[in-house]
């Protein structure tokens, strides 16, 4: 199958384009098929286990090498996507032959199917955009395919990361495994920001300012062509994930919103700079409104914190970045009108 759909990618027509499209759905549909009866009529096997994601990969990473080398809206330096797609399932296959090897059994999430998911569902939109481009059915932006490409890479790395994070076990001897609590000391760096949440006054505003300088690196590796996309992503992308982090805080401080958990304050100045252009009066700005917001919580955002869990101390502070979000939109609009420059 995978000669197949390179060869009709490649050939940039209508004809080929649609039979491209046709071949990876009937390659994607027949694999959950075999998946879906072999865990049915429980003929599972550990030669199958290894083997049936080992072909998953093969299908969707050859057919994103090729949507990244024929499409011409990449560049030669968009290669390093290959890198981070390819490397997390070559990654992921040396640990799974670790895990055989050691007799133990890979620790798994339900994040890792939704990545392969994510990835086939994008790939086959890529490819309808193909077949509209070249039979001239309908005008899409020409870029689209380059942001739903970054969308899969970044799920794909922080994807990677999870399965990382929860086998590290895999990569020491096991007396030292036992010693080492790199998993709990990686839960708490993270929901108390980097540790800025230790900071003995104003937690809340340090964590901000944590999230002010992760925004300034964002721009500074992205540029201003990317900078929109890639923090919609981080936010998009991150919400789940930051309530099960918020969740941590929770439980290692036995207290409801403990103050040193500020990823949330993190995640909400994301949400403040969504769609708006960067220079450092607009951050200064971003930071000096959302810290106003968050303390006042606005409605729903006050009621709404007494979810249970990581929910109740995430979402208060989104809440609060959606409303500096549209404040600061709103006075950029009205300074623009009255002639003052501010970019």
Not at 31 to 36: E, I
Not at 73 to 102: H, P, S
Not at 316 to 328: H, K, M, Q, R, T
Request: net charge positive.
């Amino acid at each position: 199958m995978v000669p197949v759909l390179i060869y009709f990618l490649s050939k940039k027509t209508f004809e080929g384009c649609l039979i491209a499209l046709v071949v990876f759905l009937i390659a994607s549909l027949t694999d959950m098929l075999d998946g879906w009866s072999a865990r049915k009529l429980k003929q599972e096997s550990e030669f199958g286990a290894f083997i049936d994601p080992l072909a998953d990969k093969c299908l969707v990473i050859s057919a994103i090498i090729a949507i990244i080398v024929l499409d011409p809206q990449f560049e030669i330096f968009d290669i390093w996507m290959i890198f981070i797609i390819v490397g997390r399932d070559v990654l992921l296959t040396y640990m799974r032959m670790l895990a055989i090897k050691k007799g133990e059994q890979l620790r798994t999430s339900r994040l890792g199917k939704v990545k392969t998911a994510f990835q086939m569902i994008s790939i086959v939109i890529i490819i309808m955009i193909y077949v509209a481009k070249t039979g001239n059915l309908f005008v899409l932006h020409e870029t689209l395919q380059y942001w739903i490409m970054l969308s899969v890479t970044i799920f794909t790395a922080i994807s990677g990361l999870r399965y990382v994070v929860a086998n590290w076990q895999l990569f020491v001897p096991p007396d030292m495994a036992k010693k080492m609590r790199l998993k709990e000391w990686g839960k708490e760096f993270l929901f108390t920001g980097f540790f800025s949440g230790y900071f003995p006054v104003a937690p809340g505003t340090a964590g901000t300012v944590m999230g002010v300088l992760l925004y300034v690196i964002e721009y500074s590796v992205f540029g201003r062509n990317l900078h929109w996309g890639v923090n919609l992503a981080v936010v998009a992308l991150l919400f789940y994930p930051s309530v099960r982090i918020c969740g941590w805080g929770e439980v290692f401080f036995n207290e409801k919103d403990p103050g040193p958990v500020v990823w949330d304050e993190i995640i909400g100045y994301f949400v403040t700079m969504l769609f708006l252009p960067f220079n450092w009066k607009i951050a200064i700005a971003g930071f000096f409104v959302f810290r106003i917001m968050d303390i006042w919580k606005p409605f729903p955002a006050y009621q709404l914190q007494n979810f249970k869990g990581g929910l109740g101390i995430l979402i208060d502070d989104v809440i609060a970045g959606i409303y500096s979000c549209v404040f600061l939109h709103a006075a950029l609009y009205l300074i623009k009108r009255a002639g003052v420059t501010v970019l």
